[in-house]
Every structure is written in C-alpha cells, then in structure tokens.
C-alpha cells in the first residue's frame, strides 16, 4: 500500500471514530432518559407558571383554566418533542451538531458559567469558555512540556545518579497525588492561610474581557495592565497543574529517551568517542522525536477540554466546568457540541502526527 | 502451567523485593490490604445509613479537629459523654414518681467555649407510665446553679412510650432568659436573642470586664432528673420496669459538646472523619484493584486474539480500539454516573449499582492502551521458530497462546495492571468532588463535603483523605515502578 492510501484509510477511520463518539454520547443521553426528565421539570415549571397566571384574572372559572391548562402542556410536549420517542429528538440533534449547527443552551446555569444569559447558543457558550481554558491548563502544560523537554535529557545519561533518583521518586510522587487535591490544598494555603491568591476566581471573565477589548482598540497601557491582573488569577492554578504534572512529563520522556540510549547506534557513537552533546542531539533526540511529538500534541490537544474536576475545584469559568455544568443540568446541545469539539480536536491532531510521522521518521515510508 | 506461575511470581517477588522501592511498595500494599479487611470485617451493617442519618451525630462537636490539634496550640474545650445506662444513680420515689438523678462533672480548662449541650436518646420502650420527664441543672464553678437548661417531656400513649431515636437540645430562648435572671449584667453587653443564638458561650462564660465574655474555667457539676410517671403510686415492680427499660435502651447519654473530636476530626454534621477513612479505605482498594484486574483481562485477551490471529478479527479489534481511544473518558463516565444516579435516586442499592456502574464504564474504556502493547508483542512472538515447531508438533492455537505465549507477557501485563489501579481510584475519587456521589463514606466524599461545607478552611477535614488518597495510588505505582524495572532491564542502572 502507498502512503497515500494509508493516510486515507486513517483518515476515514478517525473520521467514523468521531461521528461514533458523538452518537454514543447522544445515545447515552437519550436512552437513559436523563434529558427527558430535565425537559420534563422544565415543562412542569412552565405549566404551573401558567396555571398561576391564568388563576390571577378576575372572575375565572376552574373547568376553563383546566381545559386552557392541559392545551397548553399538550403544546409544551409537543415543541419539546417529548411525545415522540428520545431517538426521534436526539438524531436530528446529532446531525445539525455534526454538520456545526449547535442547537440552543437550555439551561441558565450552563450559561452563566459564560456569562451569558438565556438565550445563548451553545458555540458562542463554548467559545467564550475556551480562552480561559487556554489561559490556564493549556499554558500550564506548556511551561510543563518545556521543563520536561530541559530536564529529561540532562538526566537520561546518569541513570541511577542522585538526580536521576529525585526525578523518578518525584515522578511516582506527583504521578500519586490527585491534581485537585493538591488544588484544595493550594487553595487551603495560598488563598485562604497565606491570602496572596484569590479565593474566587470566577473574576477572570471580566479580566478577559477588558483585555481583549484592549486588544482590539490598540490600548497597550490597558492591555499590559489587565494581564497583570490575569496574572494574579492565573498564576496559582498554572503552579498546581505545573507541580503535578511534571514528574509524569519527566518521567515518560526519560522512559522514551532511555529506550533509544542502549540502542547499538548510540553505543557504537559513545564508542566513537563523540562528544555527549552531539551524542543526544544527533542520535538520540533525533530518533526520540516521533514519540516526543506524539505526547506533545496529544497532551496539548487534551488540554482544550479542559481538566473537569480542577477546573470545578478553582470554580474557573473554562471548558471543563461548563462541561460539568451541561452534564449535571442535563443541556444536550452544549454536551453534544462540546464532545464533538473536543474529539475533532483529538482525532485531528492524530491525524497531523500520522502525516508528521512520515515527515519526520524515514522508517515509515520504507 | 501452575508451576511455571508460580515460578514468575517467585521471581517478580523477589526482584521486586530487592529493590528499595518494592520493599516499600509491597510493605505498603500488604499494610493496605490487612487493614481493608479489618475494616470490611468491623463495618457494621448499616453503616452507610447511620451515616448519612443526622441524628446519631447530633451529640458530636461539628467542624472540630482532632484531640491531638491541641498539642499545637490549638485551644480545645474537652468532649465530655457519658453512657447514662450504666451510670450510677440516685433513686427517688415520691407518689406517683419515679425519679432517677444522675450527677455528673465536666471539668472546663479551655480558651474556647464547648459547642454545646445535647442527650440522646435511641431504642426506649416504656410500657405502663404516664409521662417522661427530663430536667438537667448545671451548677457553675462560680456557685451558681443554672435551672432547668435542658427540659424534655412526654406523655404517653395507651400507657406506653416508645423513642426510637431521639436527640434532645436546649430551648436556646428560655435558657437565655434563665441566664439573664441569674445574671443581669449580661444584658448591658448583649440582647436576649444574642444569648439564645450562642447559649454556650454565655452558659460557660464569664463577662471578665465590661465588654467581654471568656470561659469560666472549672467544674461544672451536671445534675440529670429522669422523672417518670405511672398510673398508681409507684411499686418495687414499677421501679424495676423503669431501671430495666433504661438499661436495656439502645442507647441514652448525655453529652457536653467541645470543640475536637476524635482522631482525625469531624465533619459538618459532628460525623467522625477518621470513620470514614477507614471504611473507605476498602472500597477505593476493589475499585483499584477490580478496574486493574478486569481491564488487564481484557486487554490481554482481545490483544492477544488480534495478533495471534490477525486479519478481519485484528482489523476489527484495533479500529474499536481508536474508536474508544477517540471518546473523551471523562465527560462520558460523569454523564452515565449522573444519569445513572438520577435513574436509582431512591433505590436502597443505588451506591452499590453506582459503583458496579463506574467501574463498569473505567473498565470498558481502559483496556485499549494494552490490548495494543500485547498485540504487537504477541506479533513479534508469534514469528519465533519455536512456535512453527509447536505448530507442526500438532499444538492447538489454545495451547499455544497459553503455554508459550501468555507467560512471555505475563511480566510487562503485571506492570500494565499495578499502574491502571491507581489512575481508577483517582479517576473514582475525582467523581465525588464533582459532586456525583453515590452515598457511600469514601475519601472523595469527604473531600467533596470539605469544598462545599468545610470552606476549605478546615485542614482536618483536606488532608487526611488526600493523603490517604495519595498513598494508596503511591502504593501501586511504586510496585509498578518496581515491577517495571524488574522485567525491563534497561531502567536499571548500568
């Protein structure tokens, strides 16, 4: 088979690994009846509200209000679909979020973790979380991936080094320790003992929003001024994930770079006499790239759902909590979109790396 | 078979053992699993309900640290309880009246007022009275007797009484009152309703200057009446009904609430956190070691199948693979856990069905990552010469995957299932803080009840049950490190 057709057929795979994914989720919603019973709150709510105000006119007569009452709910089931079984409503909710025609936020509080108010679309709720994302876990892994690439290939020749030891003692350590644990014992010290960090962090909507406006009118003084604002949002949770999330880094790129330093090439170019610079760079970084990749973007691309549970812990307004919110409320549009999302992110960048690792390892296109 | 089982799991023992790492990790793990089946064998069986019930707590100090947060300079007033059935008391019989009086002492040397007064009373059956009575006096280290802080009365119905479960508190608006006649003072500094909010701290208090109120150190003396009524005047045989109904009563005590409690602390509702430490502690064990065992199976079998036999069944078996790979996990187990806790909201067995649920869902997204790595080894296996020969000997696809491929896996798999454990009890835990509970005492609970009640402000209530958390997973993943260092030789050192 040629390169080509490879990457096509992953192409299709991924493809239907994605339509799959966001069918299963509509599936779940819509089997388990958990939405149905949410619309069907509201659906009440909105009865009694009626039934309330019809009662409020002067001079009503019961049988009337009872009559008007059940019109309306039969009218209320109707729009809301419920008198066709969930597969009727779920699919065409499927397909328009296939075809990136979000439907509409159903719920208030799912909104409110954008700062919107009813009604709001699901995509303009999704993008109005993802930059608070990306301020905080999507840097965070990146000032970790930077760490990890620095250290790990200073420590992969001295194994069994005092270095070598802390590394992989703090590894097992941090790979232990639960990040949003570590988040309520951050949050225990720095916001609530020591004060130097907020206790609410719901505020950096607002710092967004004043820096982006700054952006867009060319205010630098107003720009640079709200990001040491964001600064003092930003910078506990960054050193939380940072804290957790680096020994594992350390960890797997040492596993990597150490499956490639007794290889017989890299011995026969110690043998040579090569400086070990040029050792790790040309023989061992080199082959080392394609899995290093690998983890980079996957870890990145992991990054833009959000991490739910620290996220819920900060109570930050990013993509993780507006996640948790859709679920706990029972929001099928915004589930459903941002499982599509997420997973075209995920099945995109693996499809890069399955482009990049015939760019970047000779082996493949043997 | 057997033997040459039993021969790796020497040898994984032994390599694991001679290492630092190994040693900790299997004396951690071996103290870990002792101690869950202590606790599995200890737990009472309606744990779970007397637990999330508020009534057996109601005599607990709420939010407290443990005893021990006073060598740090924490100031603690004392918890004082006293089982009142084997009490001994002073009887009293006067017409119709049957009176037990119980004296006791709670000695106050604190900084900090106790949280309060309560008695409790569970499983009392009194048959052929007329009314039950309680009265508790307090007389203070200043001499001075406090009447009637806690009053209680019942009648009874078609002569009898029955209290199943009860916990009796002051009337916080008559007992300021009271304090207020015994003590005119008071009402310079503060209202009637202030006193009635925080009856302890004007009960065991004292205005030291004009404006300020401190503990009366000292000995209280607490005196208990139980009075009870009968229909005619009261007989031996009447005397000995009451004594008999008393002692056999599930439970009555009398509590002066501090402020710590126990070993580790309690919650919100006085419930003890170091309970719930301890009886969590098996269930965060089977959801670790359950999600482990059972996606390692199914790992091992479906990579096995896919590279022994290659072809539409491997196409198949890797392509679902992606397709699990593709789902984002997380998302996906909070909305079956939601779902399903919607669906089981009433049902007594909604925590076990919950849990089966979750473990069920880690289960069936977890094995792809090793049905990969066992495919391709498998693969590489499979080329061997050793295995034509077995073929054309005769031997079966069965006997072949069993005798000589499994046992070249089994080392890299045994690392595989110790590290999958600890990311299920993290990923289980981390439910809880959301929220999704399933009415079981574990360790993500608390911490969950920490955020919501606790502020995040109580350290008694953060730390224990993540640093039991981080044990645990530390457990497994130094016996993966150990293990994985066993079987790869080149993690060790040159």
């Known amino acids: 088979m040629s390169i080509g057709i490879i990457i096509m057929r992953r192409a299709v795979f991924l493809a239907l690994a994605l339509i799959i994914a966001v069918f299963l989720t509509g599936f779940i919603i819509g089997a388990t009846g958990y939405v149905d019973n949410v619309v069907k709150a509201i659906i009440n709510e909105e009865v009694r509200a009626y039934r309330q105000a ?84 999507t840097v965070a892994e ?122 017989d090439f890299v011995l026969a170019a110690v043998a040579r006499g090569l400086p070990q610079k040029v050792v790790l760079r040309k023989y061992i970084l080199r082959p080392a790239l394609s899995p290093i990749m690998t983890s980079v973007l996957l870890g990145l691309a992991g990054t833009l759902g959000g991490y739910i549970i620290t996220e819920s812990v900060f109570d930050w307004p990013g993509m993780g909590t507006l996640y948790y919110q ?27 790396l399955e482009v990049l690792y015939v760019a970047l390892d000779p082996r493949v296109r043997l | 078979m057997m033997d040459r089982f039993k021969a790796f799991l020497y040898a994984i023992k032994s390599e694991v053992w001679s290492q630092s790492s190994g040693k900790a990790a299997l004396t951690l793990l071996s103290f870990l699993i002792i101690l869950s089946i202590v606790s599995a064998i200890m737990l009472p069986p309606n744990f779970v309900s007397v637990w999330n019930d508020p009534k057996p707590w109601g005599i607990k100090p709420k939010d407290a640290p443990p005893q021990w947060a ?38 106050l040397n604190s900084k900090s007022f106790p949280q309060g007064i309560a008695i409790k009373i569970d499983g009392l059956s009194l048959v052929g009275v007329q009314s039950f009575r309680i009265v508790l006096n307090i007389t203070r280290p200043d001499g001075v007797t406090v009447p009637a802080v806690l009053t209680y009365l019942t009648t009874a119905t078609n002569g009898s009484i029955a209290i199943t479960s009860i916990v009796l508190n002051p009337d916080t608006m008559k007992l300021a009152g009271t304090l207020i006649t015994l003590y005119p003072q008071l009402l310079s500094v503060v209202n009637l309703n202030d006193i009635a909010m925080n009856y302890p701290t004007y009960l065991f208090g004292t205005l030291t200057n004009t404006s300020r109120i401190s503990p009366l150190n000292g000995l209280y003396r607490l005196e208990l009446l139980v009075i009870i009524a009968v229909p005619r005047i009261a007989t031996a045989a009447d005397v000995n009904n009451i004594v008999n109904a008393f002692r056999d009563s599930q439970d009555f005590r009398v ?124 693969l590489s296996i499979k080329s061997e010469a050793y295995i034509e020969a077995a073929k054309v000997a005769g031997a079966s696809n069965w006997w072949i995957m069993v005798k000589h491929i499994i046992p070249q896996l089994l080392p890299y798999i045994a690392a595989q299932m110790v590290y999958s454990a600890p990311s299920a009890i993290l990923t289980e835990a981390g439910l809880s803080i959301l929220g999704i509970q399933h009415g079981l005492p574990t360790w993500g609970g608390i911490l969950a009840d920490a955020r919501i009640y606790g502020n995040v402000s109580y350290w008694w209530w953060i730390f224990p049950p993540g640093i039991a958390i981080s044990v645990t997973s ?21």
Not at chain 2, 277 to 305: D, H, N, Q, Y
Request: aromatic share 12%.
């Open chain 2, 70 to 107: 006073a060598f740090f300079g924490y100031s603690c007033a004392p918890h004082y309880e006293a089982d009142l059935r084997g009490f001994r008391y002073v009887l009293g019989i006067s017409g119709n009246e049957v009176s037990l009086k119980y004296t006791l002492t709670y000695n």
């Open chain 1, 142 to 263: 990146l000032i970790t991936i930077v760490l990890a690439l620095l250290i790990a290939p200073r420590i992969t020749f001295k194994i069994g080094s005092l270095a070598d030891r802390i590394a992989v003692i703090y590894a097992a350590l941090t790979n232990a320790i639960p990040v949003w644990w570590l988040a309520l014992v951050m949050i225990f010290i720095f916001s609530y003992r020591l004060g130097v960090a907020p206790q609410q962090f719901r505020g950096v909507i607002k710092v967004l929003s004043t820096m982006s406006s700054a952006f867009m009118a060319g205010n630098a003084v107003s720009f640079f001024s709200s990001f040491g604002n964001l600064l003092s949002y930003v910078w506990l949770p960054i050193l939380t994930i940072v804290i957790t999330l680096l020994g594992p880094w350390i960890y797997s790129t040492r596993a990597m770079l150490l499956r490639i330093v007794r290889e």
């Open chain 1, 54 to 137: 019809l009662s409020k006119m002067p001079n009503v007569n019961q049988s009337y209000v009872d009559k008007l009452t059940r019109s309306y709910q039969q009218m209320l089931v109707r729009t809301y679909g419920l008198d066709k079984p969930w597969i009727y409503r779920i699919i065409p909710l499927v397909y328009s979020t296939l075809i990136f025609k979000f439907g509409d936020v159903q719920q208030t509080s799912v909104a409110e973790v954008a700062g919107f108010q009813l009604p709001a679309k699901a995509s303009d709720v999704i993008l109005a979380c993802l930059p608070r994302t990306i301020v905080m876990i």
């Open chain 2, 255 to 378: 509590a002066v609430i501090g402020t710590c409690y126990g070993v580790l602390g309690t919650d919100y509702r006085g419930r003890d956190i170091g309970l719930a430490l301890f009886f969590g502690l098996p269930i965060a064990l089977l959801i670790g070691i359950g999600t482990a065992v059972l996606t390692t199976l199914i790992g091992l079998f479906a990579g096995l199948v896919s590279g022994y036999y290659g072809g539409a069944i491997d196409e198949s078996i890797q392509r679902f693979i992606d397709v699990l790979g593709s789902i984002p996990l997380l998302p996906i187990l909070i909305l079956i856990a939601v779902a399903v806790q919607q669906a089981y909201g009433a049902n007594p067995y909604k925590p076990i069905i919950m849990l089966l649920v979750i473990l069920g869902t880690l289960v069936v997204f977890g094995w792809g990552g090793l049905a990969i790595v066992v495919r391709s080894m498998t």
């Open chain 1, 326 to 352: 859709a679920i706990a409320s029972g929001d099928p549009a915004t589930i459903l979109g941002l499982t599509y999302i997420l997973t075209l992110v995920y099945v995109v960048a693996r499809f890069i």
């Open chain 2, 474 to 494: 530390l457990t497994f993943v130094l016996l993966g490190l150990s293990l994985e260092r066993a079987v790869e030789p080149r993690l060790r050192r040159v």
